[in-house]
Structure formats: structure tokens, C-alpha cells
């Protein structure tokens, strides 16, 4: 059974980045939502891509992956995509990038 959280929220994710805590973060979004905001450092990997660009994560296997979409809901369903396919440290961004502008950096444009 895999003990490892499905989603983390913002406030959370801002302290574990805070504390240099070794997190790749992943962002399912579409390439022209990413133009709007993006969070540094994402890795940009749409959704409608994974399953051809999967492979582009076999170097993170083993790392705690955070997905993020705008909401939460194309995030939830690529981390459980992801923990289907043996990545087993995989969560999503409950609330996507619009809650991490909404609650962590009022500065980020949303949309």
C-alpha cells in the first residue's frame, strides 16, 4: 500500500520548497497556459503528451514528484497515471497553480 500522500496543498508545498526539501515538480498544463504563470522550476509535460513523453521521467522515479495543473483536477488524475506506472512518490497540487496564487504569491497572473 502506498503511504505516500495522493495530493499536498499549497501552504505545504511552499514549506517542504522552503526547506530545500528535493522535489520535482511536474506541470500538466497546455503550453499556453503555462505562458500566462508557471511555477519555477516545473518541468512542463502536458497531459495530452504524457503517455508518448513518459519516459522523459524515468530519471525522477525514485524523487518525490508534485504535479500541478490549474486546479487539481488534470494533476490528480496524472499522479495516479504516474503511481499506476510505478512511480510511487507521486502527489498533486490540491487547488493546481490557481491556489498557490490565490494563497502563496498574490503576485502570479490567474486565469
Given at each position: 500500500m502506498n503511504q505516500h500522500p495522493l495530493e499536498i496543498d499549497v501552504a505545504?508545498?511552499?514549506?517542504?520548497?522552503?526547506?530545500?526539501?528535493?522535489?520535482?515538480?511536474?506541470?500538466?498544463r497546455e503550453p499556453h497556459e503555462h505562458e500566462i504563470v508557471s511555477l519555477e522550476p516545473a518541468l512542463l509535460l502536458p497531459m495530452s503528451?504524457?503517455?508518448?513523453?513518459?519516459g522523459e521521467l524515468e530519471p525522477q522515479r525514485d524523487r518525490e514528484i508534485v504535479v500541478h495543473c490549474h486546479h487539481g483536477g488534470r494533476s490528480l488524475r496524472v499522479a495516479m497515471w504516474l503511481r499506476q506506472r510505478g512511480?510511487?512518490?507521486?502527489?498533486?497540487?490540491?487547488g493546481g497553480?490557481?491556489?498557490?496564487?490565490?494563497?502563496?504569491d498574490p503576485s502570479?497572473?490567474?486565469?
Open positions: 505545504t508545498l511552499r514549506d517542504r520548497l522552503g526547506a530545500g526539501d528535493d522535489l520535482f515538480l511536474l506541470d500538466c503528451e504524457l503517455t508518448e513523453r513518459v512511480f510511487e512518490r507521486v502527489s498533486s497540487l490540491a497553480i490557481d491556489a498557490w496564487a490565490e494563497q502563496i502570479l497572473p490567474r486565469y
